[in-house]
């Protein structure tokens, strides 16, 4: 089983031809409300794949918390770990224009993780295979999590995005780290590639249309990216994510899930929503014979 623990958002995405400027008002062309936020977006990706997993975050008790629940239910996404509160769900503003995006995350319920929360990871950890953390919740409650990991021995992976609450503390669990190109810059400054070469099969960079880089015991190891035609980037770290989780628990090496994760995001960002165009297995299988 894998275990998702983090955030679930309604992502509320507007179309535009070009980014307003300062104090500008522009028209867009398209407004959509799609289920988003980082974990529920890396729990969608490992269900599409075919994978067992189970979310453990929390809503709002209005609509979109409900909506939201009855989207990863629909996936086959285990639910009964998700805890509804008096706070708004999570929401992102997304603008999105010529294959680039803006955010800006109102985390709301995502921000109220209890107790009872803790009891879950306690419950739920021992019994995974996988678990995957972001940095949309609480960050003491990431820190709890990647302890519980450890204690049990539990492979976990740390997409630390967003980086705002990054703190170097993160670097000292034991867990598989997935930046992007400007989260890496952030956490080990613009010498990251040197950095990271003292952190062999622990960290995979993500280099959007670039593919991926990871340090080995050999030398760096780049995957290349796929030439696809983008209509939208949102989560497309995401469903690398959820894929990673995928293969890593299939027992494959670091390596063939790094590939197969690289082939499931570029597929990803073919449709506009960040869950919209997370592929199934045999899509990314032919998409690597490529
Ligand atoms: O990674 C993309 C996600 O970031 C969006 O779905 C949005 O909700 C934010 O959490």
């Known amino acids: 089983m894998i275990t998702v623990i983090g955030s679930i958002n309604m992502d509320l995405v507007v179309r ?19 289920p988003g936020g980082k974990g529920a977006n890396q729990a969608v990706a490992a269900a599409r794949l075919g994978a ?35 706070e708004p769900t999570g929401i992102a503003n997304i603008l999105v224009s010529n294959q680039d995006n803006r955010i800006i995350v109102v985390p709301g319920a995502n921000h109220v993780w ?15 295979k996988v678990v995957i953390f972001q940095l949309e919740i609480p960050i003491d409650m990431v820190k709890k999590g990647l302890a519980i990991c450890q204690e049990h021995s539990v492979q976990a992976i740390l997409n630390p995005a967003p980086t705002d609450a990054f703190t170097e503390e993160l670097l000292h669990f034991n867990a598989l ?10 956490i080990w400054g613009s010498e990251w590639k040197q950095k990271i070469k003292a952190l062999p099969n622990k960290v995979v960079v993500t280099l959007g ?12 190891e780049y995957v290349t990216g796929y ?33 197969f994760a690289n082939a499931a ?11 919209t165009g997370m592929p199934n297995v045999d899509s990314v299988l032919e998409r690597m014979r490529r």
């Open 209 to 220: 249309k670039e593919g991926a880089m990871y340090p080995s015991e050999v030398s760096d």
């Open 52 to 86: 067992e997993v189970t979310m453990l975050g929390v809503v709002g008790k209005d609509a979109f918390g409900q909506e939201l629940t009855k989207t990863l239910q629909d996936e086959g996404i285990h639910t009964t770990a998700i805890q509804s509160v008096d």
């Open 114 to 128: 209890d107790e009872q929360m803790v009891a879950e990871m306690k419950r739920l950890i021992p019994k995974s």
């Open 16 to 34: 535009t031809d070009n980014f307003p400027k300062q104090g500008e008002t522009r028209l867009g062309d398209l407004f959509a409300t799609i």
């Open 227 to 259: 030439p696809v035609e983008v209509v939208d980037t949102t989560g497309a770290g995401d469903t690398f994510n959820g894929a990673l989780a995928y293969g890593l628990a299939q027992d494959w090496n670091l390596a063939k899930s790094i590939e």
């Open 265 to 275: 995001a570029s597929l990803s960002v073919e449709a506009l929503g960040a869950q």
């Open 177 to 186: 780290l997935t930046p992007n190109e400007s989260e890496a810059e952030t």
